[in-house]
Nanobody
Framework: QVQLVESGGGLVQAGGSLRLSCAAS????????MGWFRQAPGKEREFLAV????????YYADSVKGRFTISKDNAKNTLYLQMNGLKPVDTAVYYC????????????????WGQGTQVTVSS
């Protein structure tokens, strides 16, 4: 199991930007994929983006494609999410997660989760 801690959330005006970070520790040897999810009040947890830990192949949900960028620093065991052009509908708790599988981007495929960081976008 991997321990994950998100940071970088906050309050931002519509059209603004935020950069989220996720620090990983513990047993990371079996991790092959890390991703970002979010959950708004009354909504299910939503997939946003994923990156392969070996290599840097990425995949994005349509809702954030072109606005969000996922990246990583393997030496620092850190995952990032650069969020540009934020909208009020982006308001949610953002979570990073780790997976030992290569396929699918469902929340159930990720076995390690952070506590989340709040992102609030005002109009």
């Amino acid at each position: 199991q991997v321990q994950l801690v998100e940071s970088g959330g906050g309050l931002v005006q519509a059209g603004g930007s935020l950069r989220l970070s996720c620090a990983a520790s513990g047993r990371t040897f079996s991790t092959v994929r890390m991703g970002w999810f979010r959950q708004a009040p009354g909504k299910e947890r939503e997939f946003l983006a994923v990156i392969m830990w070996i290599g840097s192949s990425t995949y994005y949900a349509d809702s954030v494609k072109g606005r969000f960028t996922i990246s990583k620093d393997n030496a620092k065991n850190t995952l990032y999410l650069q969020m540009n052009g934020l909208k009020p509908v982006d308001t949610a708790v953002y979570y990073c997660a780790a997976s030992t599988t290569w396929t699918l981007n469902k929340a159930s495929d990720f076995t390690s989760w952070g506590q989340g960081t709040q992102v609030t976008v005002s109009s």
